[in-house]
């Protein structure tokens, strides 16, 4: 998608959200069918808008995988629904990227076959996809590791190859579930500012789950605290600081504030399990 293009189809919608979780209940069942089941997300609403940049933070089991499964079209809501652009979400599809924590790369594959599969399996001509893929993995800074397999690129590599398969089919939305959280402290930094260009160049809307509430700031538009399991939305934070940010954000007063802000709503979920 060119910045035009992204703009143009923003505008089309501007005022209705891209994204809207309303109502949703999920239900997992239990083996054997007893106790009901695990009850994960319970009346979980959220509008999200067009280009938007949101993260969700929360306790581990409150619900969050769940949230972004249900929106990739991987897993059915119990109730409610989620709609993109109006429309109910009922399967994958080629408009929402999914990243995931495990660089899931096939590692018989090339890093350019890695990127190209998902639109080979579209059925789109070779010599326009091959390009485009190349383009984008020199993007996320891979020039040079075309041509190698998932064995011979680092964790934070791999994650690159990752993106660029997710962009690949320029989808609209991006769903980025802790893609970052198995890298180190500096490659997840350089990470988070890639994000943020390729953000400022593609204008995807993205959701972002993480369990680093510094890490959410840093890239989102709004945060979201989720409550423990059953989990809805707790609290929202709007991070002001216009995007792209640099390193310097991470020690001006309004990151502080905010990440004391969120590391209370979060650890309170937290302590009353204590
Ligand atoms: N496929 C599944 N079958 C049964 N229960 C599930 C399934 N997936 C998730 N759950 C349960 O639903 C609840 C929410 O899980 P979910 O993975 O959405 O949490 P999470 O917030 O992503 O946690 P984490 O931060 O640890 O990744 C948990 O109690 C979990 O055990
Ligand atoms: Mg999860």
Not at 121 to 138: H, I, S, T, V
Not at 251 to 271: C, G, I, M, P
Request: glycine share 10%; hydrophobic share 40%; aromatic share 8%.
């Amino acid at each position: 998608m060119t910045g035009a293009a992204a703009a143009v189809r923003r505008e089309a919608v501007a005022g209705s959200p891209k994204i809207s979780f309303a109502g949703v209940e999920k239900t997992y069942a239990t083996r054997g069918g007893a106790n009901g089941g695990t009850l994960a997300l319970d009346r979980f609403d959220l509008d999200i808008a067009p280009a938007e940049v949101l993260s969700i933070v929360g306790p581990t089991g409150c619900g969050k995988s769940t949230a972004l499964n249900i929106l990739a079209g991987f897993e059915p809501p119990s109730s409610g629904g989620v709609r993109v652009d109006g429309r109910v979400v009922t399967a994958p599809g080629p408009d929402r990227g999914v990243v995931f924590q495990q660089a899931a790369l096939f590692p018989w594959l090339t890093a350019l076959d890695n990127v190209v599969l998902g639109v080979k399996c579209r059925g789109e001509a070779r010599e326009l996809y091959e390009p485009k893929a190349l383009r984008l993995l020199e993007e996320v800074g891979l020039k040079g590791f075309e041509r190698h397999y998932p064995y011979q690129l680092s964790g934070g590599m791999q994650q690159r190859v990752q993106i660029a398969r997710a962009l690949v089919n320029e989808p609209d939305i991006l769903l980025m579930d802790e893609p970052f959280g198995a890298l180190d402290y500096q490659t997840r930094l350089l990470m988070q500012k890639l994000l943020l260009r390729l953000w400022e160049h593609f204008r995807p809307t993205i959701l972002f789950v993480t369990h680093d509430v510094g890490e959410a700031i840093f890239i989102s538009d709004r945060v979201i605290a989720m409550t423990r399991r059953p989990g809805r939305v707790k609290c929202e934070l709007r991070v002001t600081s216009p995007k792209p940010r640099d390193y310097d954000f991470l020690s001006s007063t309004e990151f502080k504030a905010l990440e004391r802000e969120l590391v209370l709503a979060v650890q309170s979920e937290v302590d009353d399990y204590a």
